[in-house]
């Protein structure tokens, strides 16, 4: 990252300063040394990769005295001031793919805020939603509109009946429902999903028992009818449960913890407080193995191809250099053959 600011005239240089903060922690910072103030001027500092997080805030703290101090009747810092410049830039690393399925990547909004005007992404809810259908559809939409930051949005919502064929195969789904009125029965049953079979899962070294009727359940899986689109299902086998799973959305203390595949949540009181993550149970399994996926483009796909299968490289430069040998030397024998 690299900060332009200006700050203005009589300052104290032995006391004044810029500070720039990731999350309240203190990354980098420098003395403002001129009494007569500066414009346009840079501060560099390295942004740790593995501090940015989707909810990351980032602040830049102008501490600034004034040069003379009078008395307490007479203020003597209402002319100090600090400007941060537009081309204020900003450079991240990136991976070039990521593997799916994976729940992290929505408290980004990926993949379904991909494109950012969401259009390739529906919605889905019963034939007959209940009100709790639509207060998580909601809740979910408001979700993806504030972390897709885009003016024209295309988000589609649909009931089952009417999901048109096109849209269940080219589209990110997000179904919403429970157990008996969701709307994709078939990847209810699917050996990937199978909600209703959740006896004994493994997270890591955590062993999960039957899932309660009380329980939400938020899980991805690639979409049974396009392997390269996810299916997001929201879903419980009671209204309760399906109620939590809006809490998870809903709050950023809860929705922020999202990892894994699965994610079953459980209040521990019967009026959680949104205020307060203690009232909540999260488990989180992984119950789908990963696939990498990248963007579509000859670059990254011989840039995935190289890192999935650098093993055979070595050979494969032997086994080029031994060709090229082969057909050097066929050649200055022919060429030698034809002077004598």
Known sequence: MTLRYGYGPQINPLTSQVEVQLDGVPLAGERLTSVSGENRQSLRIELPPDGVQPNSKLQVNFRLDPRERRSCSRVTDQQLWGKIYADTE???KREAGTKLPDLKLLQSGYPFTAPQDLSNTAIVLPNQPSQTDLLVMLEISERLGRLSRFDAVQLAVYR??????????????????????????EAYQAQNLALQKLFSRQWRDSQVQTLPDVEGVVKAIFSPWNSERMLLALTSQTDAGLAQVRDLISQDTLFFQLEGDTVLINANTDNPSPYDAQDYTLEFLRQSPQREVVPAGTNDQALRLLRNHWFILAPGLIAAALILYGITQFYLKKYTGQEQ
Do not use: M, Y
């Open 160 to 185: 089952a009946d009417q999901l048109p064929e096109a849209e269940r195969q080219s589209q990110h789904l997000i179904g919403i429902g429970t157990q008996a009125n969701f709307p994709f029965p």
């Open 90 to 92: 900003f450079d991240l």
